[in-house]
């Protein structure tokens, strides 16, 4: 049995986002290496069909349809996992919304789709953070990973929207990191990389999928990641220089 699967055997998991790509990819592999996950999403047909396929590999999954944008469904989830699988001991903010394709300059992006997407990346994360992370800081252990972008510290043209939510997504991990380290609460960001999914296609239509890694390739590096208690909280790591860095 490998190291990973020891640490992840009997964590309760609650992955957003986890109706396909990366989202899905890591719900596959915590479930495999016997976490309890809890899977979050808009979609409850794609959400189903993933939590059906970790039970039967003999995993435990729950499927949770819900929108992480909605301030309404945000305790729903925190609730809801905590009676499906017991307090979260791993949170990991995958959900993500690119805004309008094509993606468009800054002059022409609408305020209500900054808004929108500023609501899915940042103001979501922050919500299910402060719903989870009470119940993390009084036991004192727990982790909270958000998933960000190199668009967090790059500046390209015409991706202005998803750029700055990411960018704030990144400085929002590090005080959530200054606040709860002495709590015992981990806090980490990470940028994944280009990966052949659905949202890297709708961005750049145009892009070879063989020039892209693999959304498992992408999970298996960040629990690895995740695995590693060098990883101190407040870090923000980029998954495709993990297998060097590890």
């Keep these: 049995m490998s190291n990973d699967i020891l640490v992840f055997s009997g964590v309760s998991a609650l992955v957003t986002g986890a109706s396909r790509g990366l989202g899905k990819a890591l719900a596959l592999q915590l479930a495999a290496a ?3 996950v809890v899977l979050v999403a808009r979609s409850a047909a794609e959400l189903s ?5 970790i039970r039967a590999q003999g995993g435990e999954a729950h499927a949770l349809p819900a929108d992480v944008s909605r301030k309404e ?14 307090p979260v001991d791993l949170l990991i903010h995958n959900a993500s919304a690119l805004g309008p394709t094509p993606l468009r300059l800054l002059l022409d992006t609408d305020c209500e789709d900054l ?3 500023l609501e899915t990346n940042v103001v979501g994360p922050f919500r299910l953070s402060k719903a989870v992370g009470g119940s993390m800081a009084l036991r004192k252990t727990g982790t909270i990973l958000h998933v960000s972008s190199d ?3 790059n500046a390209y043209e015409r991706w202005g929207a998803y750029s700055v939510s990411k960018a704030a997504l990144d400085h929002l991990s590090r005080i959530w990191a200054a606040e709860l380290e002495e709590r015992g609460v981990r806090v980490l960001s990470v940028d994944p990389g ?3 999914t659905m949202m890297h296609q709708q961005a750049v239509p145009d892009a070879d999928p063989s020039t892209l890694s693999s959304p498992s390739d992408v999970a298996s590096r960040i629990l690895r990641m995740l695995a ?12 495709q220089s993990w297998r060097e860095a590890s």
């Design 49 to 53: 069909s993933v939590a059906e396929a």
């Design 228 to 239: 590693d208690p060098s990883v101190k909280t407040g870090r923000r790591v980029e998954a």
């Design 34 to 36: 016997g976490a309890r």
């Design 115 to 117: 808004q929108s997407v």
């Design 73 to 86: 469904d945000t305790y729903a989830i925190a609730g809801a996992a905590a009676a499906l699988v017991g």
């Design 151 to 153: 668009a967090s510290v």
């Design 194 to 196: 280009e990966m052949a």
